[in-house]
């Protein structure tokens, strides 16, 4: 395919569905975020990305060079590989599991379509464009509602023998622990996603100084408030957010030991706090991790936010 074709690439979390026009040179074009409102379910999830979807293609004009031939979406989830369609999925998405996306999405646009799981996309396009670009092995994890993880070795995503490993959110570091949306209990989502953050916020501060002092409604702030509590001084939220890094860093010190990998991409809004955040998940990891792990390196993600949609859009070019 020429460069200046491009590809809708699609993004599904549990807070926001993002979108872009991606060539074939990694460059992002035009995007556009808006709210999952995942709680809705995922009918209504499902509805909001053909919308996103058609909005793009017929904004495009085909004379401009960008209007898509094809669509790649990552997702939450655990997609079945050359379906298309979701085979489990937690309650942060109520009611993905079992959503045929692809069909679903082809049938709307016209357009052929690939699926991926989100972490997955985060990572080849890491691998390709950003971070991780030049190492043969790359592991990547997102932090945001959830914690997802990838591994591209030699720039191809590893599935595992069923299409479905890389759950690095879902390893067991407390097994009487909390309960995670998975269904189990003690995994590293429940005690290092940004939910897991507030929610430790909440705790320290209470209800009444949350409204009181901070001004803020209990049941509608998130990681974006707490950082900039935290770089205003406020204790508390520098201990949420370090304490987020800690358990993070617990479950990559496994992951070192696991992997060897040249190089771990942390993505997601949490890596968006910056140093505050990542100095404290390097330090626990390889504090944790056997010495001769302890000098991997943990960067934050080359393309930031936009990872999952470059790496969305290489899975349709090949390129994964």
């Known amino acids: 395919m020429e460069t200046l ?42 509805k909001r990305v053909i919308e996103l979807a058609l909005e ?14 094809a669509i790649g979406l990552g997702t939450g989830g655990q997609v079945i590989l050359g379906e298309g369609a979701i085979a489990f ?15 679903r999405l ?19 396009g890491e691998a390709l464009f950003g971070a991780g670009k030049g190492h043969p092995l790359v592991v990547g994890i997102t932090v945001g509602t959830g914690i997802g993880g990838g591994v591209a070795l030699d720039q191809h995503i590893f599935h595992g023998a069923h299409g479905f490993s890389n759950n690095i959110g879902h390893m067991v570091i407390n ?36 409204v009181n002092e901070f001004g803020l409604n209990p ?3 998130g990681m974006k408030e707490i950082e900039q509590l935290a770089r205003s001084g406020v204790v508390e939220a520098v201990a949420a957010i370090t304490q987020g890094a800690e358990y993070l860093g617990i479950g990559l010190a496994s992951i070192l030991n696991l992997f060897d990998p040249d190089i771990v991409v942390v993505g997601g809004g ?29 960067m934050p993600a080359g393309l930031k936010n936009w990872a999952n949609l470059v790496g969305a859009a290489c899975i349709v070019w090949g390129k994964a």
């Not at 991606?22 to 809705?40: E, F, P």
């Not at 309650?91 to 993905?96: H, L, N």
């Not at 082809?106 to 080849?124: K, S």
């Open 106 to 124: 082809e049938e709307a646009t016209g357009l052929p379509v690939q699926v991926e799981n989100d972490a997955n996309a985060m990572v080849i």
């Open 89 to 103: 999925a937690t309650s942060v998405i109520p009611g993905w599991s079992g959503m045929p996306v692809r069909r």
């Open 5 to 46: 074709k491009s590809v809708l690439a699609i993004d599904i979390g549990g807070t926001k569905i993002a979108a872009g026009l991606v060539t074939a040179d990694g460059a992002l074009h035009r995007q556009k975020t808006i709210q999952a409102r995942a709680s809705q379910g995922g009918e209504a999830v499902m």
């Open 270 to 298: 949490a890596a968006q706090i910056g140093e505050l955040y990542l100095s404290q998940v390097r330090s626990t990891a390889h504090q944790l991790a056997l010495p001769t792990a302890a000098s991997i390196p943990i």
């Open 175 to 210: 097994y009487r622990g909390k309960c995670c949306p998975c269904g189990q209990r003690g995994c590293l989502e429940a005690y290092a996603s940004a939910p897991a953050m507030v929610s430790d916020f909440k705790k320290r501060v209470g209800r009444a100084r949350l």
């Open 219 to 221: 049941s509608k702030f």
């Open 56 to 69: 793009f293609i017929r904004s495009a004009p085909p004379e401009s060079g960008l209007a898509p031939q």
